[in-house]
């Protein structure tokens, strides 16, 4: 294959052109290197390298002026506002900053194709009066501030350029304008200098007067890298430019038009892969390219190019280790860097300027890898200690002076991070740069693995004295939204540049790079509709219409644009690999791209189509199983030498995993901060509040005048009990407010419910509130000491019947503390659990000689109060009327027997801990 580069240095050379006194000039500066690296075996002798600059850094020179940073440029558009519009209907400049870039966008565009500013803005605003408000008689402020804007843009132009001009600065399209203006002077004082433009395609009208004029006068060759599949199409997009180039420049009614080629007719191997996700798109590059290096070893021909640019970390991190020399050439954008999720984290915590901030912001920042490390002390990561207060203390909102507080010093670091930044741009930039000298001090600079992180704070560091230099300059910044508004924009346009070497290697690039250069196999992702071509997009103040009238670029040019590029790709390729992401569900995901389509339809080479996706196995599930080893058996030895507790057998039922990791290895549920109170903990607070209401009585007889008495402190009991269980957690407001309302109305509605029983004639004697219970308990086989213990809610007498009440503050029916089949109770834990509890706190209080048979046990549900005491019971089967509900010496032997098959199943050195599968 030979490179469209090579082909125009062979035509030069055959020419008898002097290399040393040519310039080439060239769509992006990267393919100048490929000119020096194609010339050197061209020539027999050395040589000073011609001169090469890229199309933008020629006509910057031309035009004598120095092309601003977009971020300067609006601020230097503000100060022009500012200049004409009257102060009653200025905006903010984070208001303006929002709608600037469309405005400089539409000035760049009618500078470069050399429009009058007058004629189109005149233009615009008889359209603006003629499609709204024209006829209207009474027009409102609104209406007259809206007209006064369009009426406002070409003096805003006029006194923007000025100003501009004034400085030897500008904008692209103002820096094309005034090249254009010194051109013949140009031409005049460079007689003899031959410019070589190579590999254009689309030119903007004062790109093309400049290549025209140079052209004319003998001081320019021009190369279009065109196939003749495409020019002689005159519906074919790839050709839409050159063949509006050749048809009405002049230059070509009398001269050689160079070149068409017919390379895209030759055979190709087209493979079109539908993958879904970038993720899989990464990966799916990654086979291709370990395919590719078993059967072209030589990477330095293959091209992998992107069409969606935040698909470059993906693809680096699934390169085939066999790949040592790549060459990026797109940069990687700082948004994507971890870095710019920290700060993000930062400015979102600062925005509003808030007294106090929101729990999860706070650990978001102590956690985040980028900052944790700051908070290293010699008593260890200060953070570590923060994040646990937080947790435990269930402290949802925090202020600097509190988490100063927890820490138990002064820090400057927590100040740094967490004093208000008083809505001050000033000292947000400030703070900002001082926590990434911070971050540097604490990196080993000789480690050659913090390389990148040093590179990141490098880059960050010039974002911010660039922010902190305009603020100096203009104070247009009167917020810190208006702040992180302009840190975005400039975030967006900063990347980090990867060093490598460009002619060695794979080859990985965005579209616009690829302009000028070939490769044998080229790969391209994202070819996706509303990606390739990005479709009708319309970032402008400038209609449709309007834009045609006046030769402004719309869509159909733009995708024009990129239709050549594309094409271009594949016009001397051999391999071809293009992928499009089939995901529905994402951004321009789903449908493929017209280019697709087309490549179809044209039927010059056999494609091949292929939709590939992850394979995912059948999810079987191992269950874990734990060995009972010597040191498990040790630990059941110990636990039932304690006691085991009627809730942990019952934990066993329902899976003997969490029973192992909970009672065997004593790992505890992380709880995460309670931002609203937990049933759990609402569960705590009734049971306490009772106890303490209800211990005074025991031994004695319940009266209506002590359950009356109870209710006026049944705001200030909760209250003290939230306060205990909810440590510093606020309860006063929303949900938990609502929590704390409804732990009130069950403890009332529970006392009512007494009260009217006693109303009815029933004695009710308290025998203990909160009654700790425990029993030996000998099972055959097991000769180490096995113990119950368990604390019963409440006991007391109804009528003179003993009964065993537990309470639940959830929702039980009757139906739950009800069994059939003594077997089941030790395996169902959804249905029988109920039972087992209430049946475990009976048999331990027998067995204490606590209480004599028979007797009632059962469940008082909170949440079904209605219902009163939920009495355990037995019956014949599931539909049965009659039922057993006292308990009596036969109920508790037929319960010891599954009792005890349970604790020996536990003890049972030869039954290993299996996982169950449980509904979550």
């Known amino acids: ?100 870039q469309t405005l400089l966008q539409d000035f760049n565009e009618i500078d470069r194709y050399l429009v009058e500013h007058k004629q189109i803005f005149d233009y615009l605003t008889a359209i603006k009066e003629l499609n709204h408000w024209s006829k209207e008689t009474n027009q409102t402020e609104l209406i007259k501030n809206h007209l006064q804007f369009w009426n406002r843009l070409k003096v805003f132009y006029s006194v923007f350029t000025k100003d501009l001009l004034e400085f030897k600065s500008g904008y692209q399209g103002l820096i094309y304008r005034e090249a254009c203006e010194n ?19 689309a030119l903007n009208k004062a790109e093309s007067l400049i290549i025209q004029e140079l052209l004319e006068s003998d001081q ?40 068409l080629t017919k390379d895209y007719q030759k055979e190709k191997t087209i493979e079109i892969v539908g993958v879904p996700k970038l993720i899989g798109q990464a990966k799916y590059i990654g086979q291709l390219l370990e395919a590719i290096d078993t059967k072209q070893p030589d990477f330095t021909k293959v091209a992998v190019v992107l069409g969606e640019e935040n698909l470059l970390l993906p693809l680096l991190n699934s390169l085939p280790k066999s790949i040592k020399k790549l060459n990026v050439t797109m940069g990687l954008e700082l948004k994507y860097t971890p870095l710019a999720s920290a700060f993000n984290l930062l400015f979102k915590i600062h925005q509003k300027s808030p007294s106090s901030f929101y729990y999860k912001d706070v650990t978001n920042i102590l956690s985040h890898p980028s900052f944790y490390q700051l908070f290293d002390s010699p008593n260890g990561n200060l953070a570590n200690k923060l994040l646990r207060e937080i947790q435990t203390k269930n402290l949802t909102f925090l202020t600097s002076e509190k988490l100063n507080s927890i820490s138990g010093s002064k820090s400057n670091t927590i100040e740094l991070f967490f004093n208000s930044w008083n809505n001050n741009p000033a000292l947000g930039i400030k703070n900002c740069i ?192 734990i060995l009972k080893t010597e040191m498990v058996l040790e630990a059941i030895q110990e636990l039932s030498c304690k006691g085991f507790s009627p809730s942990s057998l019952t934990n066993y039922i329902r899976n003997p995993i969490d029973f192992y990791y909970q009672k065997i290895l004593g790992v505890e549920e992380f709880d995460d901060v309670e931002e609203n109170i937990a049933h759990n903990t609402l569960g705590s607070v009734i049971h306490k509040t009772l106890e303490d209401f209800y211990r005074p009585m025991e031994k004695k007889i319940l009266t209506v005048e002590y359950l009356n008495s109870l209710k006026e402190n049944i705001n200030l009991s909760v209250s003290e009990h939230f306060k205990m269980f909810y440590k510093e957690g606020d309860f006063s407001k929303g949900k938990n407010l609502i929590i704390f309302n409804i732990a009130k109305h069950y403890i009332e509605a529970f006392i009512n419910n007494e009260i009217e029983t006693l109303k009815k004639g029933n004695v009710i004697k308290i025998i203990a509130i909160e009654a700790k219970t425990s029993c030996a308990i000998k099972i055959e086989g097991i000769d180490f000491p096995i113990r119950l213990k368990g604390t019963v809610d409440r006991i007391d007498q109804f009528n003179g019947t003993t009964r065993i009440v537990d309470y639940k503050t959830g929702k039980v029916e009757q139906s739950k503390v009800e069994i059939i089949d003594w077997e089941e109770i030790t395996t169902d834990y959804d249905k029988f659990s109920k039972s087992f509890q209430v049946l475990c706190y009976s048999y331990m209080l027998y067995r204490q000689k606590s209480i004599n048979l028979p007797v009632e046990a059962g469940i008082i549900s909170f949440k079904n109060l209605k219902k009163g005491f939920l009495k355990f019971g037995t019956k014949a089967t599931l539909r049965a009327t009659t039922k057993k509900q006292l308990i009596s010496e036969e109920t508790l032997l037929n319960f010891e027997v599954e009792l005890k098959k349970l604790i020996a199943e536990i003890c049972n050195p030869n039954i290993n801990f299996i996982e169950k599968d449980i509904d979550q």
């Open 220 to 259: 320019a060759h021009i190369y279009w890298d065109i196939d003749e599949s495409f020019i002689t199409d005159p519906i074919h997009d790839a050709g839409l430019f050159i063949r509006q180039h050749k048809t009405s420049w002049n230059y070509f009614k009398n001269q050689a038009f160079n070149w």
């Open 183 to 201: 051109l013949e002077a140009y031409i005049e004082n460079n007689n003899g200098k031959i410019h070589v433009f190579l590999g254009f395609n």
């Open 1 to 100: 294959m030979k490179s469209f580069i090579k082909s125009v240095l062979l035509h030069l050379k055959n020419k008898n052109l002097n290399f040393e006194e040519l310039l080439f000039v060239l769509p992006s500066k990267r393919a100048g290197l490929f000119i020096k690296h194609e010339l050197a075996p061209l020539i027999d002798k050395p040589i000073f390298s011609p001169s090469i600059k890229s199309i933008d850094e020629f006509i910057e020179e031309l035009s004598g002026l120095k092309v601003l940073p977009n971020i300067d440029l609006t601020f230097r558009l503000y100060d022009t506002y500012k200049k004409i519009t009257p102060k009653e209907e200025l905006e903010t400049f984070d208001s303006f900053s929002k709608w600037s």
């Open 434 to 625: 001082d926590i990434i000298s911070r971050i540097k001090n604490k990196i080993d600079v000789k480690k050659t693995e913090k390389a990148l992180e040093l590179e990141y704070l490098y880059s960050f560091n010039k974002l911010f004295n660039q922010l902190q230099l305009l603020n100096e300059k203009y104070k247009y910044l009167d917020s810190i939204a208006s702040l992180y508004a302009v840190y975005n924009d400039l975030l967006a346009s900063e990347t980090l540049d990867f060093e490598g070497e460009p002619l060695e290697g794979l080859q990985i690039m965005g579209m616009l790079e690829s302009r000028v250069l070939d490769f044998e196999t080229v790969i391209i992702s994202s070819v996706n509709e509303g990606i390739l071509p990005s479709g009708k997009t319309n970032n402008s103040f400038i209609p449709f219409d309007v834009k045609r009238e006046n030769g402004l670029p719309t869509f159909k040019e733009k995708d024009a644009v990129y239709t050549y590029h594309f094409y271009r790709l594949l016009q001397r390729s051999k391999n071809i690999y293009i992928l499009y992401n089939t995901d529905n569900d994402a951004i321009n995901g789903g449908e493929k791209s017209r280019f697709i389509t087309q490549l179809e339809i044209e039927d010059i080479h056999k494609i091949r189509h292929k939709i590939v996706s992850s394979q995912i196995p059948a999810l079987i599930k191992d269950k874990t199983e």
